[in-house]
């Protein structure tokens, strides 16, 4: 079965300095996406990023940018300049692959942005 | 642009009774899942479908179905229902064509079963 891991439950970073999450994987399939997701207390689901695997390139969204190690199925979050608003639960997931695309969700960290 | 949309967004139930969430997915979009959140948990995928047909089942109770129809909303039926069925319903959806397999969630349906 295919699972995610998130090892952090918690983290917290000072306004303006820069945080990384970690996500590990394991999945036998080939080609796949993975997403990191936003959920702040109003409880609605954000997509922060996404990465194919086939694609070498780190994906980079403004001030959020992944590490993608594919070989260690590794994939983690980097947020720099961090405001307050990036407070929230961020779950790493990825995509089950084949007809169905479903999504398969790490257990979540929790990240608290201080002033 | 048009979101996912979920109705109701809060529902209290007593044990037993029955439940009815809806999901209008984004226009054009053909695939729709269905995940629960439990409190201080990750969101678990029930169930999906494809162009009205279901694709993919997982950790869904029998006590649940659901279905696609011809406007493609969803809608999921939740029978003698449990305390542990509180929880947070999210819908999602998504082209499956697109290249990007990205599923657009709508704020939830956050049932309280008391």
């Known amino acids: 079965a295919q699972t995610v891991t998130q090892s952090q439950p918690e983290m917290s970073v000072q306004e303006a300095e820069t945080v990384t999450l970690s996500c590990t994987y394991d999945t036998s399939e080939n080609n796949y996406y993975l997403f990191w997701y936003k959920q702040p207390p109003s409880r609605q689901m954000i997509l922060v990023i996404r990465q194919e695997a086939y694609k070498q390139q780190n994906a980079t969204e403004n001030r959020f940018s992944v590490n993608f190690q594919k070989a260690a199925k590794s994939f983690s979050l980097k947020i720099s300049d961090s405001q307050l608003g990036d407070t929230a639960m961020y779950f790493c997931a990825q995509d089950y692959g084949g007809a169905t695309n479903k999504l398969i969700f790490g257990t979540g960290t929790l990240l608290a942005v201080q002033p | 642009a048009a979101g996912v949309i979920q109705s109701p967004r809060h529902l209290i139930k007593e044990k037993r009774e029955t439940a009815t969430l809806k999901c209008y997915p984004i226009p054009r979009h053909d695939t729709v899942y269905w995940y629960q959140q439990g409190p201080g948990q990750d969101p678990q995928f029930l169930i999906s479908f494809y162009e009205k047909m279901q694709s993919d089942k997982g950790s869904i109770p029998d006590r649940f179905s659901a279905q696609q129809f011809s406007d493609y909303h969803s809608e999921l039926n939740m029978s003698s229902l449990e305390l542990g069925d509180s929880a947070l319903y999210f819908c999602?959806?998504?082209?499956?064509?697109?290249?990007?397999?990205?599923?657009?969630f709508g704020p939830g349906t956050r049932l309280t079963v008391l």
């Open positions: 999602a959806s998504s082209l499956a064509s697109g290249s990007y397999n990205e599923q657009f």
